[in-house]
């Protein structure tokens, strides 16, 4: 059975601070890695990993895929209190086309 | 620029009731999905539509129906709530398979 899992499942932090969220997944003829920031409402997309493209950075976020060990990293640096959300990590199979999520990890960053 | 637009926003059933959500689209978006989230389990998919006139099960179909009779439309329909159907429900739609998802920002349904 598919699975993703992430972790920590929840992070209080300070400005300033870096913090690093993990996802490792189980997961048959694995295409891409995806993961999504949720606010209030919808989960919004930050960034897509597969096989040929397996570092992203977007501003003080940055996203690493390692298929050897099947897991992810998504790394946010000098944190603001803007930060403070639900990172959702999502993996997607060949043999599927369905999107399975993690659990997700709740960030809160304090002043 | 509407996106994904889910109706209603909030409701409360009582056990025994039915009800439909509805999720409109307005990017011609072949994929269309649902999904339930609940705390501490992320988000798990219900339904699925690859195209209209298609769906398909996901991961936790029991209790709920769909149908896809338009392109821009997914329907998931509830035809007798149970307590435990109490969640965020939240639908997606992507271009293909392999592209991200657009989400809608959710209904909160709660059944007493």
């Known amino acids: 059975e598919d699975k993703v899992v992430q972790s920590p499942l929840s992070l209080v932090v300070h400005e300033g601070d870096t913090v690093t969220l993990n996802c490792s997944y189980e997961?048959?003829?694995?295409?891409?890695l995806l993961w999504y920031k949720q606010e209030k409402k919808a989960p919004t997309f930050l960034f897509m990993l597969?096989?040929?493209?397996i570092e992203k950075k977007s501003g003080r976020l940055s996203s690493i895929l390692d298929k050897k060990e099947l897991s992810s990293i998504l790394n946010i640096t000098a944190t603001q209190t803007g930060d403070s959300a639900i990172y959702l990590c999502?993996?997607?199979?060949?043999?599927?086309?369905?999107?399975?999520f993690g659990q997700g990890t709740t960030l809160q960053v304090k002043p | 620029n509407a996106g994904v637009t889910q109706t209603p926003k909030f409701r409360v059933l009582k056990t025994g009731q039915s009800m439909t959500l509805l999720c409109a689209q307005d990017?011609?978006?072949?994929?269309m999905y649902w999904y339930r989230q609940d705390p501490g389990m992320g988000l798990r998919l219900i339904h699925y539509?690859?195209?209209?006139?298609?769906?398909a099960k996901g991961e936790v179909p029991d209790g709920y129906n769909v149908s896809r009779l338009k392109k821009q439309n997914f329907l998931l329909g509830l035809e007798s709530a149970a307590p435990s159907q109490t969640s965020v429900y939240f639908c997606?739609?992507?271009?293909?398979?392999?592209?991200?998802?657009?989400f809608g920002n959710g209904t909160r349904l709660t059944v007493t």
């Open positions: 997606a739609s992507s271009y293909m398979a392999n592209s991200p998802l657009h």
């Open positions: 997961v048959t003829n694995f295409r891409s």
């Open positions: 597969t096989s040929s493209g």
């Open positions: 999502a993996v997607d199979s060949r043999n599927t086309g369905k999107l399975i």
């Open positions: 990017m011609n978006h072949e994929y």
């Open positions: 539509s690859v195209g209209e006139g298609t769906t």
